[in-house]
Structures are given as C-alpha cells and as structure tokens.
DNA sequence: TATGAATGAGTTTTCATTCAT
DNA sequence: AATGAATGAAAACTCATTCAT
C-alpha cells in the first residue's frame, strides 16, 4: 500500500524531476536556477534540497533517466513492429535500433543539446549491475518502480538474445554496444547541433557503413556473405 | 623580427592563456573566475576585456588549440619515426596516430577532462576553411603566427597524402576523419575518467579493431587481405 | 521511585541535553543547529520543541548545569581531601577551590571556550533564590532531581560555613564570592584560551596574591599578619 | 599626500564602520545582517567584502576600536582634570581612571553590551606588541592615524609612568593591569546589564575595595599606612 | 507525546562587468 | 592600453518553525 504521505512525496519529485528537465531544455542548464525550478514545481525552495544535494545532483538523474528512456522507447517500438517486419539479422536489429534513436534526436534537438554526449556508458553502466529479479522489499522502493533507469537491464537482456541468435562471436557484447553507442551519439551530436561537418542525413549513409564494418569483425567466417542493409 | 612591445603585448594575452588552462584544469571551468585568471596573470581585471569577450571566449579558444595541438604533437611524433619504422599502410598510419593519442591522454587525464568531448569537428571544421597560404598584414596576426589551430591544414593535408598513397577508396575523406576521431576521443574519455566500462588498456584492441574494421570498409577490393595490426 | 516511562521521557530531554552539549563544544554554538541536535539526539525535529522553547533556551539551561556543576565538583574534591589534609583558613579553602577550578578549566579548554565567560553571576543567582528545603510536587519536577543548579545552594552554604568559621568580617559575603568569580572567571578564559598576556601557569602566582589581598581586605585586624600561601 | 582615491576608499571604509556600529548597538550583532550594514552605508554589497572577510571580522575590529576607545578617553579626561585635581598617589590614578570608565559604561549600556566582556587583554594586546615610535613610510599607513587601536601604547606608557612615580614594586605591570582590566570590565557587565548580583551603585564600594586591596599587595613596605580612597 | 516533510523568508557570498583615472 | 575599486543583481543554500498525521 502507498500511503498519502508517500504518494504526495513522490509527487514533489515527480514535479522538480518534470518542471526541470522543462527547463534545462528551454533555458539551457547553467541559465536555469533553483529558484526558476521550484516555483515552476509549485514547491518550496527547501524542499528542493530534500530531494536532491544540488543543481547538478538533479541533472545527472535527468540525463540518466532521459538517456535511458530514449535507449527503451526505441527499443520497445522496434519490438512492435516485430512482426509484421521481423529484423532478420543482428545487424538489422542494430542499424533499426540506430535509426530510431537518431530520428528521435532530430525532432527533439533541444533534448539531444541537453545529454548532450552523457548517452553512455555513465547510464549503460546500470545494466550490468542492477539485479534483474529483486523484488522491492520495502515501501521506499515503490518510489522507483516507474524509473528507466531501473529498466535499463531489460534492454541490455533483449540486446544479448539479438545477439545470441545471430551468429557472431562476441566475447565482451557489452564492449560491441559501447562501442556502437559512443560513436552514434558522438557523432550525432555534431552533425545535428553543429551540422558539421555535414547534416545527420548526409553521414547517415557513412555511419551505417561504419556500423556495418565494426559488427563484421565480429561475424562467424561462414556467413559474411549477407548483407543486412538493404 | 618580434619587437619588444609586441612582446610585452603578447605576455599579457599568453599570459592569460596560460593560468587560464592551468586553473580550468586544476579547479574545473566552472570553478575558475575571471579574477583568478587575472590574479595569476598578474594583469588588471579590465584587460581581460582587451582580449577577450568573456569566460567562453576564452575557453573556446583555447579548447581549440589545446585540441589542435594533440593531433599536430602524435602526427609530428609520428613523421620522425618514419624513418626508422615506416607506417607502411594507411591502417598502421592511422592506428599509430591514435595510440600516441591515447597515450597522450593517459598521461594527461585533467587535460582530457578539460577538452572532454571537445575534441571533435568543433575543431577540425577549421582544417578545411582556413587558408593554408594567406600571409598576415598586419602586426596583430604575428601574435598568431604560432596558433596551432592555423596549422591544423597541414595535419589534414598529411593525413590526406597518406590515405591517397594506400589503395583506399573514400569520396569523403573528411567524414572518415571525422567518424574516427569523435570515436576515439569519445570513447577515450568513458575509459580513461570513468573507467567504464573498462579501462583503456581492456579497451584498446576492441577499439583498435573497430578502426581497422571501418577502414576496411574503405579498401581496394584486392587488397583486403593484408592486415596492419602487428 | 522513577518508573520506565519517566526515564524514557528524561532519555529524550538528556539525549538533547548530551549531544546538544557536544556539539556546541566542538562545532561552536553558532554552527550548530537543531537539526544537527535531533539527529545526534535520535528524536524528531517537533520533539525539540516539546522540551526547549529555542536554541537558546537549552544553550543557558546548559550553561547554567554545566557552570554549576564545575563549581560543585571543586568543592565535593575539596572536600573528600579535607580530612587527611585540611583547609586550614578560609583563604588556603578558596585558594585551592581556585586551583582545582583552572585546572578543570586547563584541562577542558573547549568547556570553557563554551561557558565562556557565562560562569557568573548568571548562575549564582540560584544559589540564593533557589529554596533548599522545597519538594518536588509533581512528576515531571522528578526529572530534574539531579539538577545541578538546584545544588549551588549547597555549595552555598559550604562556602559561608567556611568564611564563618574562619575570623572575617564580611556584611556581604554574596559579593565576595562574585568578585573572585567574576576575576577567576574571566582571566582563565584569556590566559587559557588567548594565552594573553601570558599562559596560565605564569598567571597563577598574580592571580592568587590578588586574591590573597582581596580576602585580606576582609580579615579581622589581630590576623592580618598570617599568610596562607606557603 | 593623500589622493582623492585614497581617501573615497578610507570614507567608505569609516562609512562602514560606523554604521554597522550604530547596528550592532541598537539591533544586536546577531540582529544585523550586512544587507542592513551597506544599505545604511550607502555602499554596494560587493564592497562589504572589499573591506572585511566578513561580519565577524568587522565586529572584531570594532571591539578592538571601540574598547580602545573608551581607554583612551578616560584617561584623557584624567589627564586633562589632573592640574586642578591631581591623582596624588597611584592608587588614586586608578582608582579615578576606573571610575570614569565605570561611569562611562553606565551611560552607554547598548555599547557594554556589544563589547561585551571583551574590553580584555583582545585588544591590550596590542600595547606591548606595537612600537611606538614608527613613522608611518608609506600612504596605505595614512588610514590607519586616527586608529584608536594603534594608540593604545600611549596609554599603556602613561600608566607605566603613574606607576613608576609612586613607591611600588612591580616586576610584571602588564599582569597587574590585566588583572584590574579583567575585574573592572567582568563585574561591570554583571552589575550594570544584569543587575546582579546587585546595581552598579551598591557594587562600585566593595570594587574600589577589591583593587585597593591588590594594589596595595604591590606597595613598598614603608608606605602601607597611606590609603588613597578618601 | 512524537513525528518529520514542508516551508520560504532571509542570509551570505560571488563575480562578470563597468568606468573614472 | 591598462588599471582595479566599485557595483548590485543574482545565486545557492540554510534552518527555525509549523502542522498534519
């Protein structure tokens, strides 16, 4: 049972956590203060301390939450769409993933600006770690059910059955998504922020050429053959 | 000939420069104030003004030639051992350029911090644009003479000489350039500060493969047996 | 009898007490806050308020106790050596009542940086207006049974038993004892704390020839030729 | 010769000083916040802390000034009365010079308070310590010629000559003018603030009486018949 | 009694920028 | 070009106190 206390607790953070990430987007971080984000929150200004040890404590909750629920949402819809068009090699199922995210990143540059390159290993690093099967044992932990960051490990889970289906040899699957993920947002980031050195849809072509040749290092002999890009 | 006013007009300017970099690097951008920078510089608050617009313009400055100067010292390094041990592909080229890079950041962690992810087209837009043979006409650009930043058309013209030597087909040398570099210094930074996740060393052949695969994806058809990685 | 309930209840009231004494000792009283109070003390922030109107309501309660019980240890001290070797005069009583008070004091340096120079009148004020001879009516007056404050009476009395005793002409014994207080008081603090002008050590033999003289100043004639200091 | 920026810089400086003065008086040190002290002194907050680290700083230096003070005028005030009513003895000197600053204290009872108890060797400190026949070399020194602090050696080698004139035997002067100090000032506040234990009025016989007394533990032999207190 | 989340006015302190010299 | 005292808006953060539970 969540208790009114709890539930109007959560609600707090639930408010700063919305009200802020709304204006790190707008304003930018450094020109955002506390004092833009509470009253915005409709809460005190020491209530923002009860919740998070400063600007920055709050900041990087957000970006992992965010950058974790970017990896999720894109991941859940390529699972949508799974059967009507089935990605049939792990390289489909990551060069889909990829093309997601980026799609993602061009209508929503302002929250691109705003992780800016943190979509990393400083999220990614949850997956490993976070036990899959705790179940929360006490009430404190209801607070968290609904955080992506939590969920983090169900993508990395779906990643590895990709992966185990396709015939590679992969010893460090985790260094492969690394890898993958590093050089997509970095290079995201500048082609859509700064177009430079040329729009995300001119490198689109050579990034997935990239994708391609790293997941080939780590293909079976037998089936080099095929070729996942259409 | 420097004359000693230009001289003494050039200490003020490297001056800041310079305790600028050590205190951005030893306290952090955000916790380095305009008066530190001029404290240690030994200059009045107001000249800061004389040379720079603001904290940013400084920064920007200098992340540019600091950045600069880290490619133009590996790829120096490397045109002296030509002789002795001739990177005799491109792939051992590029391979090797990274290596000293990587090198360099280890040893240089703070400096990495500074730069962070930085090192990117951010800088390398001016390898393109800037003109390699215009002469300075006037006495202030003598105080430039020496920018890094202006020399960064040569490390792209060596870099380009290489790769026309070696059987490569690439129709955008410069996004080549540019994936491998924002994946370099991306994943440099994951490794080296958060050691995530793993270290640099761990990391090193994974990404060193995921180089010679993309280059790969560049190669002459006949050639694509022949392995640079020793 | 004191029943579980009534010690619980004086737990909280001690537990504030206690760790409110210690940090006031070692963070000063200035930079402790109730909060830091309740947390050491283990009891909700509301509790505080039950027993103690505001900060500085507990800081004089506190020290008035601690004052007082400085004073009563002294003379408890003095008076356990009494038999094997005795105060002989008055003076030799208040002399070695001194002593026994600057050396707590040398020895609890942080203590009287705290009561400062709050061991006054402030306290002795109870000593004559506190009625000896009331009993505790109701329950909540149980807790305070041990309150130092409320046996400067005795310490009182102790210290007119012994200036009767001795052969001094005094109409206002009250001020006597508030004069070598205040002086004792108020120089321990810079000789200990400051070290200014010198170290109490050095101090010692000015202090206690002052007192000798004032003490002197009420003797009876035929004996002003006895000394007490050997 | 003092520039005009000089000497705006020593009128902000005396402007801040004397208005936080007026605060500390009338609102209480704790009551004073420095918004309160620069809006008052019609200067910008920034320039508060051009000019003291912080309020504690100020408050210290003001103590020390004010107490200063208060010596200085009280012996001015003996010395300008001395051709018609001269102190005679030592004592008298004292005993007078005590008087004033007692009588002082009572009319301003706001500043006893602020000074609190620490009209003490804080600032004698100052008198042994400082030379007195310095010239002051550079114009930064020109600040300080009305500082009362500095002129405490004055006062100090006034008291030494009253000293020397009369018949006593006193190998640490220091220590004795402490100790009357320490008395004065302790009892003072007790007396005139508190009221306890009894006023100032019914107190000051049994004081005179004390210093009497400690005075009269330094006279030389042949004199003890004399008694200045008429 | 006891709790502790919430409050928000209030405080100190910082620091980029200006401008008279 | 160079100075550095002065500015003052704006920021972070505190903490005594309340009150619904």
Redesign the pocket.
Same mark, same amino acid.
């Given at each position: 049972m969540v208790t +009114?206390?709890q539930a +109007? /607790?959560e609600n /707090?953070r639930s408010s700063l956590f919305h009200h802020a990430y709304d204006l790190f987007l707008n304003k930018g971080f450094n020109d955002t203060?506390?004092?833009d984000i509470v009253k915005k929150s409709d809460?005190? /200004?020491?209530?923002f301390?009860?919740y998070f040890k400063? +600007?920055y404590d709050l900041r990087d909750q957000l970006v992992a939450r965010v950058s974790a629920q970017i990896l999720l949402d894109a991941q859940n819809k390529l699972e949508q769409t799974k059967d009507t068009e089935p990605a049939q090699t792990f390289e489909g199922y990551v060069l889909k993933l990829i093309n997601l995210i980026l799609d993602h990143f061009e209508s929503n540059q302002m929250q691109l600006r705003f992780i800016s390159k943190n979509l990393s290993w400083g999220v990614l690093r949850h997956m490993l770690t976070h036990r899959p099967d705790t179940v929360p044992d006490d009430l404190d932990a209801v607070a968290d059910l609904n955080d992506p960051v939590a969920d983090l490990n169900l993508f990395y889970r779906r990643y590895l059955d990709a992966l185990t289906r396709a015939n590679y040899h992969c010893d460090r699957p985790d260094l492969l998504l690394f890898t993958v993920i590093e050089l997509v947002g970095s290079s995201a980031y500048s082609t859509i922020i700064n177009e430079a050195p040329c729009t995300l849809q001119e490198y689109k072509p050579y990034l997935f050429r990239s994708v391609h040749q790293i997941l080939e290092g780590y293909r079976m002999p037998e089936q080099k053959a095929s070729n996942a890009l259409s």
């Open positions: +009114k206390v +109007k /607790k /707090k203060t506390i004092s809460v005190a /200004k020491g209530t301390y009860l400063d +600007k």
